[in-house]
């Protein structure tokens, strides 16, 4: 399985600091090692590591992302 851009998922990620948190996120771009998403929790637009991501799955009901 691939991420892909217009895509909904659920990562587990560790931050720089070593936190672990678990976000749902709208994949808006893929590029040099580097998700451009919107985090579904908080609206806001993030970026995150792929080497961060230590776990991931699609959300499968796009009603509960």
């Known amino acids: 399985m691939k991420i892909c851009i217009g895509q909904t998922v659920e990562i587990v990620y560790e931050d720089k600091s070593g936190k672990i948190t678990q976000r749902k996120l ?13 985090c579904l929790s908080t609206c806001a637009p993030r970026v995150f590591l792929v080497s961060n991501i230590l776990a991931w799955q699609p959300v499968q009901d796009q009603r509960y992302a």
């Not at 709208?26 to 919107?38: M, P, W, Y």
Request: a positive charge; glycine letters at 16%; zero cysteines.
């Open 26 to 38: 709208e994949v808006l771009g893929i590029r040099d090692g580097r998700i451009r998403a919107t």
